[in-house]
């Protein structure tokens, strides 16, 4: 079953090592055990439900409480300590666009707000409820995930938009094909989501983001229907796709997407190289990423996270054997690992591979193989489960992403860094942070930074830290001309930056946008943009 009140399937157990925990007592000091809240008594401090019934909404706090918040650290702040606050009035669970429709239209005639419920990953706080002064109906997309055609000509796909990533992958792989989408949040996010968030893949660089992805679909909005038809191309007008991707829920509700996909990769390899330092990395990526090589991941991490990563591995032994052939090498301290991913025919992917190697070898990288590569491809979706683990040592993860130019991209990642230690000095605690580049373009990167700290036991005191942190690292993010959110969307945590990137009237046309679909304000208030 999954977990109320953190990541993932609650029989997934993880723990950290011996050695990663004296690596954080280290760093940061010895932390103290939480005293979590039960699910019950949560459920227990919940209000009474404002809704009337209706046959396909189920109002118990049970459901209530599973929907009320996603996977931000202040939304887990509130889980774990018990302190909900507002959770919605009922909890409705579509199987048909139809159903949506008549949801809406109870949401209507209620006078209840409407939050869209996929996965509950966001963690950027799209799913809390801002204002409770009316009712407020959750729709879980989640009954709603059947591959509805398969275009094979075409190569288009139409699900209805609530299935998860598995089951999408799964439906696709029994005819040979793939869409290629694979964020972190991969195990439990759904397509809808993916597209009201311009959510990117680990595997963008081949398959793409997901703007490039989705090619058309149907929303249900307050207002009607609208159909977006699939086209190769078109010059005609603006693009409604484009008023969907990143919409965040504020227009209606994605029921279904179209999306291109590809063949089943006949061959796919990740491998890991190492570089004496940041700046050589940094140089080999940039060089990788504008020569356009067939590659389907370049993902570099500074010199903490790789410390870190090998730290928190385990194998201690083999790890300092490692390391000490690295040292041979010239990759001592400071050494910065480079994730190469490859995906596709043998023909395209080994010169592929070969070039990316050799490229990187001019820049001092040494090629240690597949086993690091493969070792993250296994857990690429499990490493979030790391939450769980350093909670429970009393221990809290959060983190930001941004994208900049290359210029910029050094200079970014070490003031939001810079910005983080500095961020819990007035309480006398210490940050451990680490960055790497997620996605690479030929144009910049994206700045991927984690955050480790003590908890302080008590929410008042964690949540105001998380919002100092959250405040001081945003404004690194602005000051270095970053966008405020790569792949996570604004949610209401990056809202209060979002006016600087996209300037008065830019965000006076995304509200007129949103009221024509929305007459009344009740898609997902609060989020985007306040009004």
Request: with cysteine.
């Amino acid at each position: 079953m999954r977990r109320w009140n953190g990541w993932g399937d609650d029989s997934i157990e993880t723990e950290l090592a011996p050695e990663a925990r004296a690596f954080l007592r280290e760093r940061l000091g010895q932390g103290s055990t939480p005293n979590d809240a039960s699910f019950d008594a949560a459920c227990a401090q919940l209000a009474p439900g404002r809704l009337p019934p209706h046959p396909l909404v189920d109002a118990s706090p049970q459901a209530r409480l599973r929907h009320a918040l996603g996977q931000s650290l202040p939304d887990w702040l509130r889980l774990r300590h018990g302190r909900v606050g507002a959770a919605p009035d009922g909890v409705g669970y579509p199987e048909s666009a139809e159903q949506v429709r008549e949801l809406l239209a109870f949401a209507a005639s209620t006078g209840a707000d409407v939050i869209p419920y996929g996965g509950g990953t966001s963690v950027a706080g799209h799913l809390g409820i801002i204002e409770a002064s009316r009712p407020v109906l959750s729709i879980d997309m989640g009954r709603m995930r059947a591959l509805v055609s398969l275009d094979r000509e075409a190569q288009l796909a139409t699900f209805c938009a609530g299935v998860a990533g598995p089951d999408l992958e799964a439906q696709l792989r029994a005819h040979g094909y793939t869409l290629g989408h694979f964020p972190q949040s991969f195990e439990y996010s759904t397509l809808g989501g993916w597209v009201v968030t311009r959510s990117s893949g680990q595997q963008s660089l081949r398959y793409g983001r997901i703007e490039g992805l989705f090619a058309g679909g149907r929303v249900e909005t307050p207002r009607g229907t609208l159909e977006i038809p699939t086209f190769p191309a078109s010059s005609a007008g603006i693009d409604l796709r484009e008023m969907v991707l990143g919409s965040e829920g504020r227009l209606g509700i994605l029921t279904h997407a179209t999306v291109r996909i590809s063949r089943l990769p006949q061959h796919e390899a990740f491998h890991a190289v190492f570089f004496p330092g940041w700046e050589q990395a940094v140089a080999a990526v940039r060089e990788l990423a504008q020569a356009r090589l067939p590659l389907s991941m370049l993902r570099l991490s500074n010199a903490v996270e790789t410390t870190t990563m090998l730290t928190l591995a385990g194998h201690a032994r083999l790890v300092r054997l490692l390391e000490g052939w690295l040292s041979l090498r010239g990759c001592r301290e400071g050494k910065c690992m480079l994730m190469i991913g490859v995906s596709g025919a043998k023909a395209q992917t080994l010169p592929a591979l070969r070039a990316a190697l050799a490229l990187a070898r001019g820049h001092g990288g040494v090629h240690v193989g597949r086993v690091l590569g493969e070792r993250w491809r296994r857990n690429r979706f499990r490493s979030v489960y790391l939450r769980n683990a350093a909670w429970a040592q009393g221990y809290a993860i959060d983190t930001v992403e941004t994208a900049v130019d290359w210029p910029h991209v050094s200079s970014a990642m070490d003031g939001i860094e810079r910005a983080a230690a500095e961020a819990l000095q007035p309480w006398g605690e210490r940050m451990h942070a680490y960055t790497h580049l997620s996605h690479l373009y030929p144009q910049g990167a994206s700045v991927y930074s984690t955050f480790v700290f003590r908890l302080a036991g008590s929410f008042e005191a964690d949540l105001a830290r998380w919002r100092q942190l959250k405040t001081r690292v945003s404004e690194a993010i602005v000051a270095a001309g970053g966008t405020i959110s790569h792949q996570h969307g604004v949610g209401a945590d990056h809202a209060p930056w979002l006016g600087i990137e996209k300037g008065e009237l830019g965000l006076g046309a995304m509200t007129a946008l949103f009221r024509h679909f929305d007459p009344d304000g009740r898609m997902n208030p609060g989020k985007l943009v306040a009004s």
